[in-house]
């Protein structure tokens, strides 16, 4: 008779999470077009970055166009806001919102803000974890290693780390967006609008999290199990 292998731990935690990451993703995308739709009042999204990094007496970032759907970024490495076609030349609500908010990681950047520093910081030792990690447990457990498998699950940890190191980053990215568009005499409605996009915007990083967190957990269920056996 042939023997199959149901992963409880995979149905119950991960697939859950999954769902709720491709609702938020349904629902950015959902938000964002609709606000792309909204005149945000002659403001294009690049000067929506201008404005957030003159508010906070920020200089010497540079704004790029790139090409691709929601591909907005701000790098660290070079100092530099990059827009997707989208936002940069938009006069949208939507444009706005996204580009205030990476205007607002520049601002971090510029001010030393400790998560993002953090943040920055573990990036190559989770790249590394997140791919030994499953490996590692997979080994452990063929292998009746748990110091391996304990081993992968603390280099998986480490993702799970950067995913929530990632939260206040970009709440706080967001919430420096709304305060100058707030205070730059923008229209109710680009306000509003923005908000509305960013918070969208941040339920995929929460999601982000719910998703490696539940990973994180249906390994510990695994070697714990398999250990107990």
């Not at 945000?40 to 704004?63: D, F, Q």
């Not at 790139?66 to 949208?92: C, K, M, W």
């Not at 971090?108 to 499953?134: D, E």
């Not at 609008?193 to 999601?207: D, I």
Request: net charge positive; aromatic share 8%; glycine share 6%.
């Amino acid at each position: 008779m042939p023997y199959f292998y149901i992963d409880y731990w995979y149905i119950v935690l991960v697939v859950p999470a999954l769902i709720l990451a491709f609702l938020a993703n349904l629902n950015v995308n959902a938000t964002f077009a609709k606000y792309s739709k909204v005149a945000s009042g002659g403001m294009t999204g690049a000067e929506s970055a201008r404005r957030v990094l003159a508010a906070n007496g920020v200089s010497g970032v540079r704004i790029e166009r790139v090409s691709g759907n929601l591909t907005d970024h701000f790098d660290p490495r070079t100092n530099t806001i990059r827009l997707s076609e989208q936002v940069y030349d938009a006069q949208t609500v939507a444009a706005v919102g996204v580009a205030a908010h990476e205007a607002g990681h520049a601002v971090q950047y510029a001010q030393s803000y400790a998560p993002m520093k953090l943040r920055a910081a573990i990036i190559p030792v989770t790249n590394i974890g997140s791919q030994l990690a499953v490996p590692l447990v997979l080994l452990g457990l063929l292998l009746g290693s748990s110091l391996l498998a304990d081993i992968g699950i603390l280099a998986f940890s480490l993702s799970t780390l950067f995913q929530l190191v990632t939260l206040p980053v970009e709440f706080n990215a967001s919430r420096r967006a709304v305060q100058t568009l707030e205070s730059s005499c923008v229209g109710g409605e680009a306000v509003s609008g923005s908000k509305s996009v960013l918070r969208a915007a941040a339920m995929t990083y929460v999601a982000a999290l719910a998703v490696s967190l539940a990973s994180l957990l249906r390994l510990v269920f695994i070697v714990k199990g398999r250990n107990r056996d």
